[in-house]
Nanobody, 124 residues
């Protein structure tokens, strides 16, 4: 059983940046696809970005393209989400996910593993 632990959330002003990290333990997830979801206040959870096990394929929600970058370090069992030019609508709880069936692109099936989330608040 894998555990995913997110870190790096916080409060930032519009236009600012944050880098989220997610470290996996309990299982080697280097062959798993990884992703980031978010849940804005009062809204449903949505996928923000995903990356294949090799890092060669990725996916981004349209509203974050050009501002967010997902990356991974397979040697550290860690995935990152670099967020730039943050907007108030990026506010939410951000969750790290992992799934052995994910190979990049859009993916609507339930993900295998979830972290507990980290809060990101974009406000002046």
């Amino acid at each position: 059983q894998a555990q995913l632990v997110e870190s790096g959330g916080g409060v930032v002003q519009p236009g600012g940046s944050l880098r989220l990290s997610c470290e996996a333990s309990g299982r080697d997830l280097s062959s798993y696809g990884m992703g980031w979801f978010r849940q804005p206040p009062g809204k449903e959870r949505e996928i923000v970005a995903g990356i294949s096990w090799s890092g060669a394929s990725s996916y981004y929600l349209d509203s974050v393209k050009g501002r967010f970058t997902i990356s991974r370090d397979r040697t550290k069992n860690t995935v990152y989400l670099q967020m730039e030019i943050l907007r108030p609508e990026d506010t939410g709880v951000y969750y790290c996910t992992a799934d052995r069936r994910y190979h990049g692109g859009r993916y609507d099936a339930p993900w295998e593993y979830w972290g507990h989330g980290t809060q990101v608040t974009v406000s002046s």
